[in-house]
């Protein structure tokens, strides 16, 4: 899962993330996001291209998380839950 991070961070042009994202009620989200940085050892915060706002996600709720190339992805992007 880092490395899809570190990657979508470094070439924030080229790549995003999808991801299935739990929130602190176990509500579970398909989210496509612009990770921008780590923040700590355990979140990061990326601009959710869903809600189209910087959001903060803890990494232990991220599943499922795969590297998409960024023009592959619409504006904006329509939750799934």
């Known amino acids: 899962m880092n490395t ?3 990657r979508a961070m470094q070439d924030c ?3 995003v993330i999808e991801m299935d994202y739990a ?3 176990g509500n579970r ?3 496509v996001v612009s990770p921008i940085r780590f923040m700590g050892s355990y979140r990061f915060l990326g601009l959710c291209l ?3 706002a910087p959001r903060q996600f803890q990494l232990s ?3 499922n998380v795969r ?7 619409l504006m904006p992007v329509a939750i799934s839950g």
Request: net charge positive; charged share 40%; aromatic share 4%.
């Open 13 to 15: 042009d080229n790549y």
């Open 67 to 73: 590297l998409v190339p960024a023009s592959d992805v």
């Open 29 to 31: 989200t398909h989210r």
């Open 23 to 25: 929130d602190a009620k």
């Open 61 to 63: 709720r991220c599943k």
């Open 50 to 52: 869903c809600r189209e």
């Open 4 to 6: 899809a991070l570190r």
